[in-house]
């Protein structure tokens, strides 16, 4: 069964300095590039999905800037399929779908941002497609949120997450793990 590998939304916009810095996504990225290789040494498939902004107005991502770009620790090279995604889930209104089937994926090895929004929504959209899922947990970052009067510091996002897909949508590993198996 040849593995696909989804790299979500690593854009200089969630690195420090940006304007949706995520809690960790330099670590997270490292381990990415790090998986990326990996799939690269062994000639399997890569698809890189890029979110930009619907809205010219938007807080970040916004199209033809450099927060936008795909950051350099998994910047793709000529031939790898990058995506241009609009909302959380990458198969909505994308190829990717149609990419993953024509390359005769069965299951997607899953990493980038935003644990609690993106890796969410796609993880769960790719599992009812029917895809066997591999999240990589380490290879993913969050930030920080708010409910009510309620703080949720981002490891704590984060984990919740990564629980609630581990059981049922996709098996949850640490990058070492997945390598090891690899």
């Known amino acids: 069964m040849t593995p696909g590998l989804l790299l979500i939304d690593i854009q200089n916009d969630y690195f420090p300095g940006g304007p949706m810095e995520l809690v ?6 490292a381990r990415a590039g790090q998986l990326l290789a990996a ?20 807080p970040f991502f916004r199209t033809g800037t450099p927060g936008a770009e795909i950051h ?4 793709p090279l000529a031939g790898e399929t990058v995506m ?4 959380p889930n990458s198969f909505r209104e994308t190829d990717l779908l149609e990419n993953l089937k024509r390359a005769e994926i069965e299951k997607v ?4 941002a935003m644990s609690h929004m993106c890796i969410d929504a796609t993880t769960r959209a ?12 380490d290879a993913c970052a969050t930030r920080d ?13 984060h984990a919740a997450f990564m629980a609630a897909l581990g059981s049922y949508y996709a098996r949850v590993v640490s990058l070492e793990d997945l390598l090891r198996g690899f």
Do not use: N, W
């Open 24 to 29: 960790g996504m330099a670590a997270a990225a």
């Open 39 to 58: 799939f690269r040494r062994r000639g399997l498939p890569t698809f890189h999905l890029q979110h930009l902004a619907a809205r010219p107005d938007a």
């Open 109 to 112: 090895v899953i990493c980038g």
């Open 145 to 157: 949120l708010v409910f009510g009067d309620v703080q949720v510091p981002a490891a704590q996002v």
């Open 84 to 87: 241009v995604k609009h909302y």
């Open 72 to 75: 350099e620790s998994v910047r």
């Open 126 to 137: 790719a599992a009812d497609y029917g895809f066997k899922c591999l999240l990589v947990h």
